[in-house]
């Protein structure tokens, strides 16, 4: 069985008086159908629709859920978590004395909570585990874990999605249940609902393959810059990555044109769950 400590992702601990409820009315996710034992990724938008702080939802039972954010987020989350709060029973805490991993199979260890990642195929799972449970794990290079997300076309962090700038639908996200079109309201709502129903998404994410790649690298496309790479993880002797680009220019690859990052000639793999890739917006 293959280990990831997840170390670029700090965990949360939201408990008390419905906090699935809490959660639901804030976040983009459908939270309010989840049960102990599962998992969804979700988001916290600005009201501008922008996505603030991208998120692993974790539910322990119906009193104890865990969030697993991008760690240099943890502070802002825990700030914004409070502030919603008002007046509801709730205890929102910093999780310091456990980690999150993950696992191609269901962990021997005993763990605070274990959910399967369903956001695609062979996503394995993902667990809370106490640090003192999770002494006799040897843990894998986490290489390998990033390499198969940006395989599988999943943003996370900062890196992939820039706090206040990055739409929720163009990040792909809502083709992992990480938004919900038929919930109430929540924060960011009605903007990214109007994305949607219009047709205004101008570029996706999608996994490319190159030689060299390097997060922050334009991409180019008959000389002209068409989007950048965010992830990035090493396969062998090959380089794996996510890139935001236009969608036209995906199209246009798909029709013949070259994509180029860093002089190197980019491959588009886009899987079967990321398709069809939207036409681009001609309005």
Not at 51 to 78: G, H, T, Y
Not at 134 to 162: C, M, Q, W
Not at 179 to 186: A, E, P, S, T, W
Not at 192 to 200: M, P, S, V
Request: proline share 4%; hydrophobic share 45%.
């Amino acid at each position: 069985m293959s280990f990831y400590h997840l170390n670029h992702r700090a965990i949360i601990s939201v408990s008390g008086d419905e906090p699935l409820a809490f959660l639901h009315d804030i976040l983009t996710a459908n939270l309010a159908a989840r049960s102990a034992g599962e998992m969804t990724q979700s988001c916290l938008l600005s009201p501008q629709g922008r996505i603030l702080i991208e998120m692993l939802v974790l539910v322990a039972d119906k009193k104890d859920v865990f969030i697993a954010c991008d760690d240099a987020q943890k502070d802002e989350l825990v700030k914004k978590l409070k502030l919603y709060r008002l007046r509801r029973k709730i205890a929102i805490e910093l999780v310091d004395d456990a980690i999150l991993v993950a696992s191609d199979e269901v962990p021997s260890q005993k763990t605070l909570v274990t959910c399967a990642d369903n956001r695609c195929a062979d996503r394995g799972y993902v667990s809370v585990i106490a640090k003192s449970g999770a002494s006799d794990i040897s843990f894998s290079d986490n290489d390998a874990y990033h390499a198969k997300r940006i395989a599988d076309g999943i943003p996370e962090g900062a890196v992939d999605l820039t706090p206040n700038r990055a739409l929720i639908l163009e990040a792909g996200l809502d083709l992992f249940e990480a938004v919900d079109f038929q919930k109430g309201c929540y924060i960011g709502q009605e903007v990214t609902a109007r994305t949607k129903y219009r047709g205004l998404v101008k570029r996706r994410l999608v996994p490319v393959k190159a030689a060299k790649l390097e997060t922050g690298a334009p991409v180019s496309q008959n000389d002209k810059e068409v989007g950048v790479i965010l992830s990035v993880a090493q396969i062998g002797d090959e380089m794996v990555g996510l890139a935001s680009l236009k969608l036209q220019a995906i199209h246009d690859y798909e029709a013949g044109a070259i994509l180029q990052a860093q002089e190197s000639a980019l491959s588009l793999h886009i899987p079967a769950h990321l398709m069809p890739i939207p036409a681009p917006n001609k309005s």
